[in-house]
Nanobody, 118 residues
Framework: QAQFVESGGDLVQPGGFLKLSCAASGFTFSGSSISWVRQAPGKGLEWVSEHSSGGIEYYADSVKGRFRLFRDNAKGTLELEMTHLKPEDTAVYYC????????????RGQGTQVTVSS
């Protein structure tokens, strides 16, 4: 069964930078698409980005140009580098197994809290 441990969340000022990390286990990481999703306070899950099994990266319009993925198949990790952070990026961030088409329906771990505030 796929398991994920997310880390790296923090309180950061608008315009700031954070790098989140996701460590995966329990499945063949290199052969899987992995996505990040987030849930802002009082809102539903939102897909953020996907690193496909074929190595293609996809980003939601709300984060395109500001967020970037880094994948290490040997370590089973997927990092999300976030720059120019905005208050609307405040959310709990989760990584899940699967593409952008199914990510919000996948089983999630405990997530990591990102708060963007001055």
């Amino acid at each position: 069964q796929a398991q994920f441990v997310e880390s790296g969340g923090d309180l950061v000022q608008p315009g700031g930078f954070l790098k989140l990390s996701c460590a995966a286990s329990g499945f063949t990481f290199s052969g899987s698409s992995i996505s990040w999703v987030r849930q802002a306070p009082g809102k539903g899950l939102e897909w953020v980005s996907e690193h496909s099994s074929g190595g293609i990266e996809y980003y939601a319009d709300s984060v395109k140009g500001r967020f970037r993925l880094f994948r290490d198949n040997a370590k089973g990790t997927l990092e999300l580098e976030m720059t120019h952070l905005k208050p609307e990026d405040t959310a709990v961030y989760y990584c899940v197994k699967g593409s952008r088409f199914i990510a919000t329906r996948q089983t999630r771990g405990q997530g990591t809290q990102v708060t963007v505030s001055s």
